[in-house]
């Protein structure tokens, strides 16, 4: 079994990310933040150890910003569901373990992927803030299947434990704080821990 899983970072369009910012950013700005954002998510993972990052690439833009952080592209732009994605990725790759990582989480830091990658269990569950899945490190070939949507992170435990694997829940801020609406975006804005690529784009508007 191997030791360090690969990581998969399902990114969309970024002309297409981040519809819910529509009022705080405009439409170029929108897709400056989320290629920024999926740029400091790939430094974060390689930071915390992460040899091998695969970026599920809804478009070519995703694909090029992906490639230009040093990451290998998975293009997928069937729009078929994050679920889908992530199975029609586990087709195409050969690793026995996977760390799936949202690519709008500008805090985190390689610390953290770090602390999450050593610790123990068959499946380990970072949250959101709202109860998502910030972080799903798979030790087991791509099991359990992943349950995107509300209460992922309380659903990937579950699904775990019913399959009779160890499942863990492990509090990480920089994969609590994913960016979808204004809020995160101010409080985002405001932490010493942001991405430099975010910062940089952030440092050019005025966040709500």
Do not use: F, N
């Amino acid at each position: 079994m191997e030791t360090t899983p690969v990581a998969l970072v399902p990114a969309r369009e970024p002309g297409r990310a981040k519809s819910r910012l529509a009022a705080a950013l405009p439409d170029a700005l929108r897709a400056q933040l989320a290629a920024a954002m999926l740029t400091d998510v790939v430094a974060a993972l390689r930071a915390g150890g992460v040899a091998r990052i695969v970026v599920l690439a809804g478009g070519p833009s995703a694909a090029r910003v992906a490639a230009g952080a040093g990451a290998q592209v998975l293009l997928d732009d069937t729009d078929a569901g994050l679920d889908a994605v992530i199975a029609s990725a586990a087709r195409h790759l050969g690793a026995t373990s996977s760390l799936v990582v949202p690519a709008d989480v500008p805090t985190l830091l390689g610390a953290e992927v770090a602390t999450l990658l050593a610790h123990t269990g068959d499946v380990v569950v970072a949250p959101t803030h709202d109860g998502g899945t910030g972080g799903l490190l798979r030790r087991r070939p791509w099991s359990p299947a992943t349950a995107y949507g509300p209460d992922s992170a309380a659903r990937h435990l579950a699904a775990a434990r019913d399959l009779g694997l160890v499942a863990r829940r492990l509090e990480l801020p920089g994969l609590a704080l994913d960016v979808d609406v204004a809020a995160d975006l101010a409080t985002a804005s405001a932490s010493p821990r942001l991405g430099t690529a975010t910062r940089a784009v952030l440092d050019r508007v005025a966040v709500p």
